[in-house]
């Protein structure tokens, strides 16, 4: 099943520097909640992995990261996730695509990501996907500004935090 | 006959000691889990068996590699099409069996599944069925020498040229286009086996959930007859069965598998599914893309009717329907109507999905039929502004037409069409309900009032057309009785709740005299019981029942002659009345059913052979055909769309009643199985062939809190050809419901304009059909 997030979103820093940190991949992923990188195979490959929570379904994913376009003229970026599930449980595709405008010395982010889940996630969670996507991209936003500021940045995924976040977002 | 006895079963399972297949426990007994495929459409690259093997307990892992070595890998399906039993390079729906993990202990094998490590290469899966028809769509069974489409089969009957006069000519036509979603059993015992080979016997003994243990007996022999397993070596037992519907019909790989296991390795071996394996993996019913049209007068006289199929099948045709009748009793969808020309064709497809489907509470395919030609005869009346109700009784085949040959070649055995929708209406108060739904539709408020009459085909069947894999669809029974004059009888056929235990004592009692409650009932077990073609399609009546029927006959036919010898009178001279023979004119001179059995064993006859025993196998001449006529009211909350069934009454025609209180209790589980598609169940998949409400939590079994009150009642034309004029009832409300909700809902969506929508109809829906075409 696919999942679709596109999100705008104003981070107080010139545009060059969230440029600099957009189009690295050390520094992107190290604020998507469950990443990491574990090796370079070349300028635009990485290899990494993913770890997700859903109430009580948890998937580990194996990936290559691919970028596709880094573009520092137009400044976007678009990258391509595949991953597989560590015990031959499904998969994960990812299509995640930025561009930076600048806002009078801030910058605006747009940011728009699909996912595409096969397997037992998709089949346990399908009611739950697109909650926790949301969630994890406020957190990655979250981690994005935090970096940029020279915050600390939270880079765990919580199955208990993710889950209660989003039982009290019902009864918002 | 005729009388609420009270269940004879009932005593062990509202206590808790019913013996269902995982209440059995066998020495050194193993536990099997199986190992599923994440993806729908994928390569298997390496099966990673070390990490599993190296939990303690864990004994083995077996995969269609292995089975390979011994021609296990594929098995046939019901329907003469191939079924892998394990993969050996390619798996074709998401949760097919990959591999299985056999342990001292559930949990062990449970973590060893956790620990197999499958390497996969997905591909692009074939999900929609009409894409799968395109030129340019990948061929899914590679295993098929020659395959160049995904094409199974083509299926018609009638006549297309005849059928198109008469459409080209009509006032009126219409047409619909209707999907009957892919579904679920959901029986509440899940399936699972325990398989126990004796090495030194070579004997098999199969405990499995099955609702037809003699037919799976010979499957096995001939599937495993080239290891050894010859079929007097087989002993096929179906303990308690906690609900089948037509789910427990089929040979899933996990029986075959668990049996190739305790084969290989001399113990028993134990599966069974959890909740979600069996709600993704066995077999599902229904998914019938149907295009129904109609052809009438503008008065509404219906001319002719024309049905074209699309079948969704999975992977591999896995129904379970009469080896002639691949679209099983699809062809009664000229419904109970009188006109003579119809056309019906339909071509089934392989895709990526679980492969099927089963008749699930349905005589084959009968709730597809009966819910396109109810849908369309409401489409009708919609048409030309004719009542629903007043279009039916113009158009039904009268009494006085029965035996009535229908328009694709069934012959109708009895019904009183007319009788059945004038009691239902009365009970419902219909006139009154169409004037209170003018004063709704004035203040804006949502009520429907739906209708369907419709007639079942049920009882498979005569064995000139009926067969399963060649056997002859039959059903037998045999009757015992004992010196003391208490009997035990055993049939062919498998309760899975039908109450057999009590329905088939109350028959002998009728026909013998011998009280119901001195009779045992048994079957299941294929070394004691006679063989039968087993429990679906409404059969164990119209079949086992009269084999019964006859049976008892038989002994009654001998009982005459031990009275006519101890009472020194000729056989002519007797009368039979229920328990005792007495001669005609002195009926003090009599003897008790008990006192001839007696002297059977005691004193009987020179020249007569001893013993009170008597088998039928009954070769029914027909099928039998029981309607019914429901209404249904709804009302529709005008803004959330919220859906309530305020009354439903359903007059059933099933002949003649056994025993009205188990009779009741089948047509109240029946609505609510009906009212289950109609509003709630459906199997849902992704573009990449994800399951998406592979749970209970997701796929919405409805409960005592979404059942109306239900109200029934019955019109009795008994059937003429079964010897006591019953007709079986187990189907006819699962089949029957689901157009009458549909018909309501649909009946109060027409003041937006509204003609049609799918089942399962739920809030969501009808909000975006409003949505999406603007009328709110």
Same mark, same amino acid.
């Given at each position: 099943?696919?999942t ?5 979103f104003e981070i107080?820093e010139p545009i060059e520097?969230?440029w600099?940190?957009l189009?690295n991949?050390?520094?992107i ?5 469950g990443?990491?990188?574990?090796? *370079? ?7 990494g992995?993913v770890?997700l929570k ?12 691919t970028f596709?376009?880094?573009?520092a003229a137009?400044?976007?970026?678009s990258?391509?996730g595949v991953g597989?599930d560590t015990k031959?449980?499904?998969g994960a595709?990812?299509l995640?695509s930025?561009?930076?405008?600048d806002?009078a ?7 728009t990501?699909?996912?595409e889940v096969t397997?037992?996630?998709? *089949? ?9 996507s949301n *969630?994890?991209?406020?957190q990655?936003i979250?981690n994005?500004s935090?970096?940029?500021a020279g915050?600390d940045?939270?880079?765990?995924m919580?199955?208990g935090?993710m889950?209660g976040?989003?039982v ?5 | 006959m ?8 009932d005593?062990?399972?509202?206590q808790?000691?019913?013996n269902y297949?995982?209440d059995i426990k066998?020495?050194g007994?193993l536990y ?5 495929s ?6 298997i690259?390496?099966i990673n068996t ?7 307990g864990?004994?083995?892992v ?9 021609n ?8 003469s099409? =191939? ?7 390619t798996?074709m729906? $998401?949760a097919?069996e ?5 342990a001292t202990?559930?949990?062990a094998?449970?973590d060893?599944k ?5 390497e996969y290469?997905?591909m692009?899966p ?8 395109n030129d ?7 295993d098929?020498?020659g395959?160049t489409?995904?094409?199974i ?7 297309r ?9 009509a006032?009126?036509v219409?047409?619909e286009q209707m999907?009957i ?5 959901a029986s509440i015992e899940?399936?699972?086996c325990v398989?126990?080979?004796?090495k030194?016997?070579n004997?098999l003994?199969?405990?499995m959930?099955t609702?037809?243990?003699?037919a799976?007996? &010979?499957v096995i022999a001939?599937v495993a007859?080239?290891v ?5 070596k ?7 069965i906690?609900?089948g519907?037509?789910g427990?019909?089929p ?5 075959v ?5 305790s084969?290989?390795?001399?113990k028993?071996?134990k599966w +069974?599914?959890d909740?979600s394996?069996?709600? $993704? ?8 893309h149907?295009t ?9 006289k219906?001319l002719?009717?024309?049905?074209k199929?699309l079948a969704?099948h999975g992977y ?5 329907n009469?080896?002639?009748f ?9 419904g109970?109507?009188?006109?003579? &020309?119809?056309f019906v064709?339909?071509d089934?497809v392989?895709t990526?999905?679980?492969?099927g489907?089963v008749?699930y509470?349905c005589?084959?395919r009968v709730?597809e039929a009966?819910?396109a030609?109810?849908r369309? =005869?409401?489409r009708l009346a919609?048409?030309i502004g004719?009542d ?7 158009n039904?085949i009268?009494k006085? $037409?029965?035996?009535?040959k ?6 109708y055995?009895?019904g009183?069409?007319v ?7 009365n009970?419902?108060?219909?006139d009154g309900l169409r004037?209170? $739904?003018v004063?709704?539709?004035k203040k804006?408020e949502?009520m429907?009032i739906?209708?369907?009459t419709?007639?079942?085909?049920v009882?498979?069947?005569?064995s ?9 669809m039959?059903d037998?029974?045999e ?9 035990i009888?055993r049939?062919? &056929?498998?309760s899975?709740g039908?109450?057999h235990?009590t329905?088939?004592?109350? +028959?002998i009692?009728?026909?013998l005299g011998i009280?119901?409650e001195h009779?045992q009932v048994e079957?299941?077990d ?7 073609l087993?429990?679906?399609?409404s059969?164990?009546t ?8 006859m049976a008892?006959r038989k002994l009654r036919?001998k009982a005459?002659?031990?009275a006519?010898?101890?009472?020194e009178v000729s056989?002519?001279d ?5 328990g005792k ?10 003897k008790t059913?008990?006192e001839?059995v007696f002297a059977a064993y005691?004193n009987?006859?020179q020249?007569m052979?001893?013993?009170?025993e008597?088998?039928h196998?009954?070769?029914?001449p027909n099928?039998?055909?029981?309607s019914?006529a429901?209404?249904c009211?709804?009302d529709?909350d005008?803004e959330?769309?919220e859906i309530?069934v305020?009354?439903?009454?359903a007059i059933?025609d099933?002949g003649?009643i056994?025993?009205?209180m ?6 109240h589980?029946g609505?609510?199985?009906g +009212?289950a598609p109609?509003?709630y169940?459906e199997?849902?998949y992704d573009?990449?062939g994800?399951i ?12 005592a809190v979404e ?8 019109v009795?034309?008994p059937s003429p050809?079964h ?13 029957g419901?689901?157009?009458a ?6 009946d109060a ?9 799918? +089942?399962?109809?739920?809030?969501y829906?009808?909000?975006?059909k409003?949505?999406?075409?603007g009328?709110?």
């Amino acid at each position: 099943m696919t999942t679709s997030i596109n999100r705008t979103f104003e981070i107080n820093e010139p545009i060059e520097k969230v440029w600099d940190s957009l189009s690295n991949p050390h520094e992107i992923v190290s604020c998507v909640p469950g990443a990491a990188l574990t090796e *370079q195979v070349d300028a635009d490959n990485y290899k990494g992995t993913v770890t997700l929570k859903f109430g009580p379904v948890k998937a580990s994913y194996d990936g290559l990261v691919t970028f596709l376009e880094r573009n520092a003229a137009t400044k976007t970026m678009s990258l391509k996730g595949v991953g597989t599930d560590t015990k031959g449980k499904g998969g994960a595709d990812m299509l995640m695509s930025g561009v930076l405008t600048d806002k009078a010395g801030s910058t605006e982010v747009n940011v728009t990501m699909n996912v595409e889940v096969t397997g037992m996630l998709a *089949q346990f969670g399908s009611r739950l996907i697109n909650d926790v996507s949301n *969630q994890v991209f406020d957190q990655f936003i979250d981690n994005f500004s935090n970096k940029l500021a020279g915050k600390d940045v939270n880079n765990t995924m919580s199955a208990g935090s993710m889950v209660g976040s989003m039982v009290k977002g019902l009864f918002k | 006959m005729g009388h609420s006895m009270k269940r004879k079963e009932d005593a062990r399972f509202i206590q808790g000691k019913g013996n269902y297949v995982d209440d059995i426990k066998l020495p050194g007994m193993l536990y099997m889990d199986i190992v599923r495929s994440p993806y729908a459409y994928a390569k298997i690259k390496k099966i990673n068996t070390e990490a599993a093997l190296k939990i303690p307990g864990v004994v083995a892992v077996v995969t269609g590699r292995d089975l390979e070595q011994y021609n296990l890998h594929w098995m046939p399906t019901l329907m003469s099409d =191939t079924q892998m039993v394990l993969p050996t390079d390619t798996v074709m729906y $998401q949760a097919q069996e990959v591999a299985a993990v056999i342990a001292t202990s559930r949990y062990a094998a449970r973590d060893g599944k956790e620990a197999v490590i499958v390497e996969y290469e997905p591909m692009k899966p074939l999900i929609d069925p009409y894409k799968s028809l395109n030129d340019d769509a990948p061929i899914l069974r590679l295993d098929k020498p020659g395959k160049t489409d995904n094409h199974i089969w083509h299926w018609q009957a009638g006549s297309r040229e005849e059928t198109e006069a008469v459409f080209s000519n009509a006032d009126v036509v219409v047409k619909e286009q209707m999907h009957i979603p892919r579904i679920h059993v959901a029986s509440i015992e899940t399936c699972g086996c325990v398989a126990d080979y004796d090495k030194v016997d070579n004997h098999l003994t199969m405990y499995m959930t099955t609702q037809a243990p003699h037919a799976i007996r &010979t499957v096995i022999a001939l599937v495993a007859g080239h290891v050894g397993l010859t079929e007097e070596k087989i002993r096929v037992i179906s303990p308690d069965i906690g609900g089948g519907f037509g789910g427990k019909v089929p040979v899933y790989p996990g029986y075959v598998i668990a049996i190739a296991v305790s084969f290989l390795v001399g113990k028993p071996v134990k599966w +069974i599914e959890d909740r979600s394996e069996n709600l $993704q993996a066995d077999s599902f019913a229904r998914d019938y893309h149907i295009t129904a049209e109609m052809a009438a007068t503008k008065e509404g006289k219906i001319l002719a009717t024309r049905f074209k199929i699309l079948a969704d099948h999975g992977y591999t045709d896995a129904a379970a329907n009469p080896s002639k009748f691949p679209i099983g009793m699809f062809s009664v969808c000229t419904g109970s109507y009188d006109y003579p &020309t119809s056309f019906v064709e339909a071509d089934a497809v392989y895709t990526n999905k679980p492969p099927g489907g089963v008749a699930y509470r349905c005589s084959f395919r009968v709730t597809e039929a009966v819910h396109a030609i109810e849908r369309i =005869t409401d489409r009708l009346a919609f048409e030309i502004g004719k009542d629903p109700a007043k279009l039916r009784i113009e158009n039904f085949i009268q009494k006085d $037409q029965f035996p009535y040959k229908s328009p694709l070649g069934w012959e109708y055995d009895s019904g009183d069409y007319v009788a059945g929708l004038e009691k239902a209406m009365n009970a419902i108060d219909y006139d009154g309900l169409r004037a209170e $739904q003018v004063e709704k539709r004035k203040k804006g408020e949502l009520m429907g009032i739906g209708i369907s009459t419709f007639t079942e085909i049920v009882g498979a069947g005569p064995s000139k057309d009926f067969d399963i894999l060649g056997i002859k669809m039959f059903d037998s029974a045999e009757i015992r009785v004992h010196p003391t004059g208490k009997a035990i009888a055993r049939f062919g &056929t498998k309760s899975q709740g039908q109450g057999h235990e009590t329905t088939y004592a109350q +028959i002998i009692a009728e026909e013998l005299g011998i009280p119901a409650e001195h009779i045992q009932v048994e079957e299941g077990d294929t070394d004691t019981a006679p063989y039968g073609l087993g429990t679906y399609a409404s059969r164990s009546t119209p079949t086992a029942g009269a084999a019964a029927v006859m049976a008892a006959r038989k002994l009654r036919d001998k009982a005459r002659k031990i009275a006519a010898y101890l009472l020194e009178v000729s056989e002519e001279d007797l009368e039979w009345e229920p328990g005792k023979f007495s001669v005609k004119g002195a009926p003090e001179k009599s003897k008790t059913i008990q006192e001839l059995v007696f002297a059977a064993y005691t004193n009987h006859p020179q020249g007569m052979e001893a013993g009170f025993e008597a088998t039928h196998y009954y070769d029914p001449p027909n099928l039998t055909f029981p309607s019914g006529a429901y209404i249904c009211v709804v009302d529709i909350d005008s803004e959330t769309f919220e859906i309530k069934v305020r009354r439903f009454v359903a007059i059933d025609d099933c002949g003649h009643i056994i025993n009205p209180m188990i009779v009741q209790g089948q047509v109240h589980g029946g609505l609510t199985q009906g +009212i289950a598609p109609a509003m709630y169940e459906e199997l849902i998949y992704d573009e990449a062939g994800n399951i998406l409400n592979g749970t209970l939590m997701d796929y919405l079994v409805p409960t005592a809190v979404e059942s109306p009150k239900w109200e029934t009642g019955h019109v009795i034309t008994p059937s003429p050809h079964h010897p006591i004029g019953a007709k079986g009832v187990g189907e006819s409300p699962t089949v029957g419901a689901p157009p009458a909700i549909a018909n309501a809902i649909v009946d109060a969506l027409s003041v937006y304009g509204v003609t049609h929508m799918d +089942i399962p109809i739920t809030p969501y829906k009808i909000w975006k059909k409003l949505k999406d075409t603007g009328k709110i």
